[in-house]
Nanobody
Framework: QVQVVESGGGLVQPGTSLRLSCVVS????????TAWFRQTPGNEREFVAA????????YYANSVRGRFTISKDNAKDKVYLQMNSLKPEDTAVYYCATESSRYRSSPGQTPVDYDYWGQGTQVTVSS
């Protein structure tokens, strides 16, 4: 059974940094694309960043490109989201998700592309 667990959220001030972690268990982690999404109350879940199973390609939403970095550590079965220069509009519940098909050529950027989700971690950016 595949399990996805996020951690690292919290309350931070604007302009500071935070790193989210996601651990995926229950299968060969290195074979699947993984992504981060976020959601605020009353809004749809939106794409933030994704990383190809091989680790050699990254994809970002325009709103976070240049500030956020996604990475993975296959030895630890983990994906990270380094968030710098945080803004109040980054406040959301952040979700980690992974696809169900192995070795896909590029990660999806919509929620329907992902089959396994974590429970989410709250990030609040406020002074």
């Amino acid at each position: 059974q595949v399990q996805v667990v996020e951690s690292g959220g919290g309350l931070v001030q604007p302009g500071t940094s935070l790193r989210l972690s996601c651990v995926v268990s229950g299968r060969t982690f290195s074979s699947y694309n993984t992504a981060w999404f976020r959601q605020t109350p009353g809004n749809e879940r939106e794409f933030v960043a994704a990383i190809k199973w091989s680790g050699n390609a990254e994809y970002y939403a325009n709103s976070v490109r240049g500030r956020f970095t996604i990475s993975k550590d296959n030895a630890k079965d983990k994906v990270y989201l380094q968030m710098n220069s945080l803004k109040p509009e980054d406040t959301a519940v952040y979700y980690c998700a992974t696809e169900s098909s192995r070795y896909r050529s590029s990660p999806g950027q919509t929620p329907v592309d992902y089959d396994y989700w974590g429970q989410g971690t709250q990030v609040t950016v406020s002074s």
